[in-house]
């Protein structure tokens, strides 16, 4: 725990990136542990006043290691306390969840058709564009969503699943 900001995000990836560094596995169960962290930021973070890239949800994350080998053997991720307000609402000089932005910036335009958005910016929506923050300095929305879609593929989770997610 700790306040808004206070990097809890940042150290959480630079343990995980550690921990897969040092114990690794013989699996490589450590490098999709690392590919879940894309997915989470997306779905669940979001730019506040005091930081870019903030948690709006509460997670535990537990990296289970064997007793024989010292390496990683699993994980498990455990999400609680989503702030659901921010979907309806957004408060001045915030975003909405990540998600939103990279999906208007990054996907095809007959993908977002056929989900009944409007190819374009997210100005065009006012629950995205009440906050009057539609960027954030130094973030590709197109390339995070990339890398979101990326991070699905290298995790077996394929396109017309990927595209079930985005459509909720």
């Not at 979101?148 to 997610?165: I, N, P, T, Y």
Request: hydrophobic share 40%; with cysteine.
């Amino acid at each position: 725990s700790g306040e808004s900001g206070a990097g809890k995000t940042e150290a959480t990836k630079l343990v995980l990136q550690y921990l897969a560094e040092v114990a690794g596995s013989t699996t490589g169960v450590e490098q999709r542990i690392l590919l879940a962290n894309p997915i989470l930021e997306a779905f669940g973070n979001a730019k506040t006043l005091r930081n870019n890239n903030s948690s709006r949800f509460g997670k535990w994350i537990e990296v289970i290691m064997s007793v024989t080998n010292g390496g990683i053997c699993g994980s498990r991720i455990l999400n609680y306390l989503l702030e659901k307000s921010r979907v309806v609402h957004v408060t001045p000089g915030e975003r909405n969840y990540h998600i939103f932005y990279n999906l208007l910036s990054g996907a095809d335009p007959s993908f977002l058709q056929a989900l009944r958005l409007k190819p374009g910016s997210a100005a065009d929506y006012r629950v995205l564009s009440e906050g009057g923050c539609l960027e954030i300095e130094g973030v590709d929305d197109a390339q995070d969503y990339a890398e979101l879609r990326k991070a699905f593929g290298e995790l077996g989770v394929d396109k017309e699943k990927q595209e079930q997610v985005m459509a909720v």
